[in-house]
């Protein structure tokens, strides 16, 4: 599960009715804004992160978006990342005894 | 159901910790909902790894692993921000090919240069390198050896490295490959101010209302101050000016009030026209020119910065490679430089480029007065859609944004000024224009140059690993540097070497021609980064050299070399970095390098231990060594100094230059860690504290010289998010060179250039020396005249299309880093090129057709784009180089700022066929 925050900024009378844009696209949801300074805050949850990106660049594309950036990304329990690198099992992975897995395929063609 | 309400309740505090962070109220309940979230997770502040932005980013981990990152609210640079790179630097270290053992190519248990890598343990790694640099050493002597540095080096790093090798081994062939991103920027700033570093800061972005981007995608390549300056815009959106100066339109043109499309090289005559403008409307700041500035110039025939000779070249490469010794000057050059055209012009001054005169102010109007709007429209006119008449009205709008009298201007640029044939020249222009204008130094006025890497500044430059310099701005070539440095050294006098070393093209051409036999790449990729990469893969792989790279990804460089070493990240060691703004910043390790993965400190630390001072400090070799109180050819014997300074001849690098008496006074365990590790120290196990010890050394040459750093532990504080030097009484410095701002400003004189380099000097007019006595200009800076050159490489019949390659947001430079990254790299899987969509219909190619690229030195496959984010003008084509499968520098031309040796990464010609 990865879950980004992203800060939007409109313009002072486009606030609201951003939030309602931005609600309604899939995926996304408006936890906080603040109307003295058109900062909106939108989580975005996705399986895949190459969503969540995809759901940025589409944010950036809305007619009257100031600025879309993301702030905050939590990815503790992003299972397949840690997979790739299970530090207790490194002596397994790239011990001399079993060497041949820690070669890179790319380095020896 | 559980999980719904646990994903649900994360999602409500990531939501509540980001509006905290960006200064959106919370509620108490919100607030605690954080506290809740969180409680397990450990924060701390760090920095990003990528851009020399130096956004602060904080850093959480939970049971030894990064879980989260965010950008820091407290950090003045970004003010919470992050753009996509930053948002993803908690994953880079997690690659799945990461390098966790030292490999080595080896063939029936033995190295062998054609064998296959088998992993090695860390011991017999160092045997192989200590043998291999042992063989050349002794050949070759300190100039058969080499390290490509890196401008990604933290400071303890490249302080190690540069003293290894110019303390221990008495070498200066170490170069970062911050030499291809800013050296042309370091050149301008020592040749117009005496001293290297901006006078500004990014705070000149909220004080400016114009910001002028030249050669500069900001928001692709510097997308969070591009949020400030978007931020900016929309504060005041009639008065704020936005004018990108570009060749091909980008998307930082897309809040610009106003884009300028000019033809590659010609930025140089445009900003001669503005100070043309400044002297035909009587603009300039006369009062601060005649108190702070005199004028300067310098010869013109200073060649491309390519080799000499014609003996190493493809054949298809030589018609331009001949242009390093002669070249014709075509009608644009004869005008902007006072000549004839067609007169043949040979390159007398390419040994000596940086040689400059006073001139007066009338030969600096006698220099500019060519550069008419007629002729510098006409010449500099980029896009042939475009009418003359409309680039002609953009050129007097950018010349009036700077003119007006109030009107606050900020001149930003990257690598489109810093990759130049005559990048030292462009620069110093930018700085002509503020100097004449008297709009340089002070908030919202200013030149400057958007630094690329994370610690360019801070570690590349202030450092001092590069083949000339030493710390705090010092260079070999001055005995009274090389003095100052042997003195915080603890070194008996001449041991440092006075010779100029090897920039970073050039240990690269060394290879091809067997100057340089062996060469240890840190923290860095120079076989793909560097230009005209063909010539030096062969070079690697089949010359007698013996290449380490330590890498902690298997990389292009790792692949071409002969051993490589597993390498620590970023949050896996402790740091400091130096950004843009001379803001230093630091961090503490988050995390354990995986399996035997180690710090660079370490390596270098360790290798040291392998050498005795009486195999390194009796009398050595330098080929073409010439300097006062030097044996012609010779560095001499220093090892009775250095046993009359108390060192054993049988002592190794490792006591002399790092376990030092001092260095060990610095204890391990540190309450400063607040419980995180220092694997560099745990390794070594002595109980010393090397990133610390070695900062704090290295901040020895900076104190009371221009250059103040704090101490370590100031920067390692919870309330400090880095420190703009120079620091003095713990205050940081914001403006230099202006009086309200900077301590070492003479008290009374308003500004106050005080950079010491290259303060005396002859006096001529523009063509030459006439008066060789040298004057004074100490405390004063230079407004230099450079004359537009044309490229040496031009599109032709045969090679039809510019080319230009540069980065995407996606992805930093090798890709390295971000192609590890899953979501990084499926969003921009593969470099693609990109042309105008009528350039593809008259060559039969449609969008995402594969086409080969081709140059005089290569061709390469990629994906034709003819939409999208980059938008080339007719005759113009773009393709960024993060991917080595689309080896882009391949193709590149191998020219440089003869002055700089910046490789000029922005020019050249190609065809493009269907494949």
Redesign the interface.
């Known amino acids: ?1 990865n ?3 992203i ?1 939007v ?1 409109t ?1 002072l009378d486009n606030t609201e009715s951003m939030i309602n844009i931005l609600n309604d696209l899939s995926g996304l ?1 408006v ?4 109307n003295t ?1 058109g ?1 909106i ?1 939108v ?1 975005q ?1 996705a399986n ?3 969503d ?3 759901g ?1 660049k589409r944010i950036k594309k809305i007619p009257g978006i ?2 879309a ?8 329990e992003d299972t ?3 997979s ?2 299970d ?1 207790e099992n ?2 397994d ?2 011990g ?1 005894s079993s ?1 041949s897995s ?3 395929e ?3 063609q | 159901m559980l999980e719904v309400n646990r994903r649900e309740f994360l999602k409500a505090s990531v939501a509540a910790s980001a509006a905290a962070t960006v200064g959106i109220p919370l509620s108490s309940v919100e607030a605690k909902t954080v506290q809740e979230a969180e409680r397990e997770w450990q924060w701390d502040k760090s920095v990003c790894r990528f851009c020399g932005t130096g956004c602060g980013i904080m850093v959480a981990t939970k049971d030894g692993r990064i879980v989260a990152t965010k950008g820091d609210p407290d950090a003045p640079v970004n003010r919470g921000l992050n753009c996509i790179k930053g948002y993803f630097n908690g994953k880079i270290q997690y690659g799945q090919d990461r390098l966790t053992q030292p490999l080595m190519r080896m063939k029936d248990g033995k190295f062998d240069k054609n064998g296959k890598f088998q992993p090695v343990s860390w011991d017999r790694a160092f045997d192989e390198m200590e043998k291999q640099f042992k063989k050349t050493y002794n050949e070759m002597g300190p100039t058969g050896i080499s390290v490509f540095g890196s401008g990604q080096y933290t400071i303890p790093e490249g302080y190690a490295a540069a003293k290894l090798m110019k303390a221990g081994f008495r070498s200066n062939n170490i170069d970062p490959n911050a030499r291809h991103c800013m050296a042309s920027a370091v050149v301008a700033f020592i040749q117009s101010f005496g001293i290297d570093e901006p006078s500004g800061n990014y705070d000149d972005i909220e004080y400016t209302d114009t910001v002028v981007t030249w050669g500069a995608n900001m928001a692709e390549c510097h997308p969070i101050l591009w949020a400030r300056v978007s931020d900016r815009k929309l504060a005041d959106e009639k008065h704020v000016k936005l004018i990108n100066l570009t060749t091909c339109s980008n998307q930082t043109s897309d809040i610009a009030d106003t884009e300028i499309i000019f033809k590659p090289g010609t930025d140089l005559a445009i900003w001669n026209y503005i100070a043309r403008e400044i002297v035909k409307r009587d603009a300039v700041n006369h009062d601060f020119v005649k108190k702070h500035c005199v004028f300067a110039t310098g010869p013109y025939d200073i060649g491309y910065g390519m080799r000499p000779t014609s003996q190493y070249a493809f054949n298809a490469e030589k018609d331009v490679q001949a242009k390093e010794l002669e070249v014709v000057l075509d009608a644009d050059e004869a005008i902007a430089q006072r000549k004839t055209a067609g007169m043949k012009v040979k390159q007398n001054n390419t040994k000596k480029p940086v040689k400059h005169w006073m001139i007066t102010f009338d030969e600096f109007k006698r220099g500019v007065e060519p550069y008419t709007l007629d002729f510098v429209a006409r010449l500099s006119k980029g896009d042939p859609d475009e009418s003359l008449e409309s680039h002609r009205n953009k050129l007097k709008q950018l010349a009036d944004a700077y003119i007006e009298q109030n009107r606050k201007v900020v001149s930003f640029w990257t690598m489109g000024m810093n990759q130049h044939y005559r990048g030292s020249w462009v620069n110093e222009q930018a700085y002509m224009v503020h100097l004449l204008l008297g709009k340089q130094a002070e908030p919202g006025n200013g030149a400057f140059s958007l630094t690329g890497q994370p610690s360019a500044c801070g570690t590349a430059r202030e450092v001092g690993t590069f083949a000339h310099r030493l710390p705090a701005d010092m260079v070999v070539m001055n005995p009274k540097h090389r003095a100052r440095s042997e003195k915080i050294w603890k070194l008996p006098a001449n041991t440092l070497n006075p010779k100029v070393g090897t920039h970073i093209m050039k240990i690269l051409r060394s290879l091809e021609d067997g100057n340089v036999k062996f060469a240890w790449v840190q923290v860095n990729n120079p076989f793909q980064a560097s230009a005209n990469a063909n010539h030096w893969i062969k070079a690697a792989r089949k010359m007698d050299n013996f290449i380490v790279c330590s890498d902690p990804y298997p990389t292009v460089s790792a692949k071409v070399a002969d051993l490589i070493l597993p390498t620590a990240m970023i949050f896996e060691k402790w740091g400091l970095y130096g950004n843009a703004e001379r803001r230093t910043q630091g961090w503490r390790q988050q995390v354990n390098a995986p399996g035997e993965a180690r710090t660079d400190v370490w390596q270098t630390l360790e290798f040291s231990k392998r050498f005795k001072l009486k195999e390194v400090w009796g009398a050595k070799k330098i080929p073409g060594l010439k300097s006062k109180g030097f044996k012609d050819g010779e560095l001499p014997d220093v090892l009775q100094e250095a046993k009359a300074m108390g060192y054993s001849p049988e002592d190794t690098l490792y006591d002399v230059l790092f376990a030092t008496q001092d260095n060990k006074k610095v204890a391990w365990p540190d309450p400063v860690a607040k419980g995180h590790a220092c694997n560099t120290a745990e390794w070594l196990d002595e109980g010393w504290f090397p990133e610390k010890a070695l900062f704090n050394e290295y901040r020895q040459f900076t104190l009371n010289f221009q250059h103040d750093l704090a101490d370590f532990d100031t920067y390692m504080r919870d309330d400090i998010r880095g420190l703009k030097w120079p620091v003095i009484n713990g205050k940081e410095t914001q403006w230099r060179f202006n009086e309200k701002y900077d301590p070492y400003v003479k008290t009374g004189s308003g500004f106050d250039f005080y950079g010491k380099a290259l303060k005396a000097l002859p006096t001529g007019d523009l063509d030459g020396v006439t008066n060789k006595e040298k004057v004074s200009l100490a405390h004063k800076a230079k407004i230099f005249f450079r004359p537009y050159a044309a490229p040496p490489e031009q599109p032709d019949n045969n090679y039809d299309l510019w080319f230009s390659t540069g980065r995407v947001i996606e992805h930093w430079h090798t890709g390295t880093m971000t192609r590890r990254v899953p979501e990084l790299h499926r969003a921009v899987p593969t470099a693609q090129i990109w042309m105008h969509p009528e350039d593809a219909k008259a060559r039969d190619l449609a969008r995402n057709d594969v086409v080969w690229i081709e140059s005089r030195r290569g061709k390469i496959k990629a994906i034709l784009e003819t939409q999208g984010r980059n938008r080339p003008a007719k005759g113009y084509t773009f393709a960024p180089f993060f991917d080595e499968g689309v080896f882009v520098n391949k193709i590149c031309i191998d020219m440089t700022c003869p002055m700089s040796k910046e490789t000029d990464f922005k020019k050249a010609a190609v065809k493009v066929y269907k494949a």
């Open positions: 599960m879950i980004s925050a800060l900024t313009s949801e936890f906080h804004h603040d300074t900062k805050i989580i949850e895949s992160i190459q969540e990106v995809n940025l100031i600025l950036e993301m702030v905050q990304h939590y990815f503790g397949h990342l840690y790739a690198k530090i490194m002596d992975q790239c001399i060497a820690c070669i890179p790319y380095l020896n």
